[in-house]
């Protein structure tokens, strides 16, 4: 059994603004136009996203090639909302795995397009007894994933 670290992280905006960033966000060719960390991504299908879906985004960090590499676990559609569940496959420096003691990440992101709607950016993993002693990293790691999205899903004009 492990411990579960989350973060959360909302913002309320237009409805116009919200759509945008759904429209951007479900769009993969247009990710390294508005995702600070995707300079390159891979995608399923360029020009739209689907349940089921994979994304692989690259980024250089330190001079190492880093590739995330996440599955579209689950799109939830209504009127006036979209939830989209994004489930971590692993990550890999260099084609080596790297991150192998966070189990479990996922990513929810919510687009809410009413009146006193926004985005909602909700970041969760697992991790082994073990690894809790670094919680202060684990729970910085989390913050930081959330806040990212939603910093930069929020910008877009």
Same mark, same amino acid.
């Given at each position: ?46 020009? $739209? ?5 994979? =994304? &692989? #985004? +690259? ?64 970041? $969760? ?5 073990? =690894? &809790? #002693? +670094? ?23």
């Amino acid at each position: 059994m492990g411990k579960v670290f989350t973060h959360t992280a909302r913002k309320s905006m237009p409805p116009q603004q919200v759509k945008k960033g759904l429209a951007a966000f479900r769009n993969p060719s247009k990710w390294p136009d508005w995702n600070s960390n995707a300079k390159n991504l891979l995608a399923t299908k360029a020009e $739209s996203m689907d349940e089921g879906d994979h =994304l &692989a #985004v +690259f980024q250089m960090v330190k001079g190492s090639l880093i590739e995330t590499k996440w599955l579209v676990d689950s799109i939830r559609e209504g009127d006036e909302y979209c939830e989209i569940e994004l489930v971590g496959e692993g990550q890999s420096r260099n084609e080596r795995p790297i991150a192998k003691g966070l189990k479990n990440l996922m990513i929810s992101i919510t687009f809410l397009y009413q009146e006193d709607g926004g985005i909602e950016v909700h970041a $969760s993993c697992e991790v082994s007894m073990l =690894l &809790a #002693v +670094f919680s202060k990293q684990i729970n910085g790691f989390m913050k930081s994933q959330a806040e990212q999205f939603l910093t930069d899903l929020s910008s877009i004009e």
